[in-house]
């Protein structure tokens, strides 16, 4: 008698390749719909007084939030179990870059109207500027090494150790929003808390980790400086 296998129920946990395709599939039309609805919003004229305003912090927001999106797959995928939302980290991190493109060419054409000397006065004497131009310029390697024939080519623990700087990105971006408000910190400061969990958690397994190797026998030592008993005593 043959055994028959018991179809296995649909899990959350173990995706299949197809619906992992399927999953990207979604996520790059929900990711690309605040750009849409920016773009709607512009041809019906309704981006209220401001148009270029609205533009700039729309686009400013979705670049954070991508960031932070991007930041909390690593820690999601360790309290989940949920393996394959490592296959969407990289498309999360490539809108990012996406939507800080967008603000960036905002502020560019539509704000300086391609004046680079005031581009580079603004870089030089507003530290909120300075700041954001760090982080954006930080992100180019970023979304130029995110293929898979740059991590082969950098291999990769060169490549993991060019892509750790987005954490020091995520803190510019929160800096950036930070310095720029006026007086109510009120969203900067959510986007700061969000931040300090994600790099908080990391820093706690990595810590974790750490005392775990450190109590951990090396392998060569197994039974050296202990006497086995061979025979039973
Ligand atoms: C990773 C890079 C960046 C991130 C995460 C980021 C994020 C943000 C955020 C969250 C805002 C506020 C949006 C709001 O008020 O709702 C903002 C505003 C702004 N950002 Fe950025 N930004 C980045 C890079 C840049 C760069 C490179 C520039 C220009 C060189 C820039 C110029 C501005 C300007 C002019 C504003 C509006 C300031 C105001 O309303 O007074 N940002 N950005």
Not at 120 to 133: A, E, H, Q
């Amino acid at each position: 008698m043959t055994a028959t296998t018991a179809p296995r129920s649909p899990s959350i946990k173990a995706l299949s390749t197809r619906q992992v395709s399927a999953l990207k599939v979604l996520l790059f039309v929900v990711a690309l719909v605040p750009a849409g609805r920016l773009v709607l919003a512009f041809f019906q004229d309704a981006l209220g007084a401001n148009p270029i305003e609205a533009i700039t912090h729309a686009t400013g927001d979705w670049t954070l939030r991508f960031l932070l999106i991007t930041l909390a797959v690593t820690p999601l995928r360790k309290l989940t179990g949920w393996h394959w939302l490592i296959r969407l980290r990289r498309m999360l991190g490539l809108f990012a870059f996406f939507y800080a493109v967008l603000h960036f060419g905002t502020y560019i054409v539509l704000d300086q109207f391609f004046d680079w000397r005031a581009v580079v006065l603004d870089v030089l004497k507003r530290p909120y500027i300075t700041v954001g131009f760090a982080a954006f310029v930080l992100l180019v390697p970023l979304a130029v090494t995110s293929t898979n024939a740059m991590v082969r080519r950098l291999g990769g623990r060169r490549w993991q150790a060019l892509h750790r700087s987005v954490y020091g990105i995520a803190i510019l971006g929160v800096v950036h929003y930070w310095w720029l408000v006026k007086a109510d910190v009120f969203a900067p400061l959510i986007y700061a808390l969000i931040l300090a969990v994600l790099l908080g958690l990391r820093a706690w397994w990595r810590e974790q980790e750490r005392q775990r190797q450190r109590s951990a026998p090396p392998p060569q030592a197994k039974g050296q400086g202990r006497i086995i008993p061979i025979l039973p005593r």
